[in-house]
Antibody
Framework: QITLKESGPTLVKPTQTLTLTCTFS??????????VGWIRQPPGKALEWLAL???????RYSPSLKSRLTITKDTSKNQVVLTMTNMDPVDTATYYC?????????????WGQGTLVTVSS | SYVLTQPPSVSVAPGKTARITCGGN??????VHWYQQKPGQAPVLVIY???DRPSGIPERFSGSNSGNTATLTISRVEAGDEADYYC?????????????FGGGTKLTVL
């Protein structure tokens, strides 16, 4: 059974850097084709993809947020870390991590429970 | 960048069929995935690769994809199907390939 769980601060100040950790079990990020993605959802709004890291350390970022995002993995700890710089109140959202299987153009399944991050001074 | 367009809302009476569309330029050439999200919960995959159903998803859920429109069809709609639904594709056509989500459709069961 695959599970993922997000952790990190619930409140950050404007201009600060956000660091979120996704801790997972039930799969290995060293398995060919496997990936872990980050997706966020502002309150009452749609899902927005942020970043994706693959088993081979290949990384993809949302073009609109690429300059602010960094995604890394620690295979030995079964963790993926997302950092987002220069946080702003509009970045207030629930942040999800999700497993992406080894098939080409595969879906995100399953997702973590999400963690709400509020940006406020 | 690639854009997916969904109707903001769809309403259907219990027992009837709901159809939720996802429009995109030549979306029929891409693989479309659909997620269901109930209030306060994480999204759940309900259809993948246009028309496949994960284990545990009722047969009432089906999908199709052709031309410029992908469709999620929910037959014999139940009150428990009330949720937001999102389509998603992988866009490899741009200089920066990545994941694209539609804007979501709120399904209301009357």
């Amino acid at each position: 059974q695959i599970t993922l769980k997000e952790s990190g601060p619930t409140l950050v100040k404007p201009t600060q850097t956000l660091t979120l950790t996704c801790t997972f079990s039930g799969f290995s990020l060293s398995t060919s084709g496997v990936g872990v993605g980050w997706i966020r959802q502002p309150p009452g709004k749609a899902l927005e993809w942020l970043a994706l890291i693959y088993w081979n350390d290949d990384k993809r970022y949302s073009p609109s947020l690429k300059s602010r995002l960094t995604i890394t993995k620690d295979t030995s700890k079964n963790q993926v870390v997302l950092t987002m710089t220069n946080m702003d109140p509009v970045d207030t959202a629930t942040y999800y991590c999700a497993h992406r299987g080894s098939t080409s153009s595969g879906p995100f399944d399953p997702w973590g429970q999400g963690t709400l991050v509020t940006v406020s001074s | 960048s690639y854009v997916l367009t969904q109707p903001p809302s769809v309403s259907v009476a219990p027992g009837k069929t709901a159809r939720i569309t996802c429009g995109g330029n030549n979306i029929g050439s891409k693989s479309v995935h659909w997620y269901q999200q109930k209030p306060g919960q994480a999204p759940v995959l309900v259809i993948y690769y246009d028309s496949d159903r994960p284990s545990g998803i009722p047969e009432r859920f089906s999908g199709s994809n052709s031309g410029n429109t992908a469709t999620l069809t929910i037959s014999r709609v139940e009150a428990g199907d009330e949720a937001d639904y999102y389509c998603q594709v992988w866009d490899s056509s741009s200089d920066h390939p990545g994941v694209v989500f539609g804007g979501g459709t709120k399904l209301t069961v009357l």
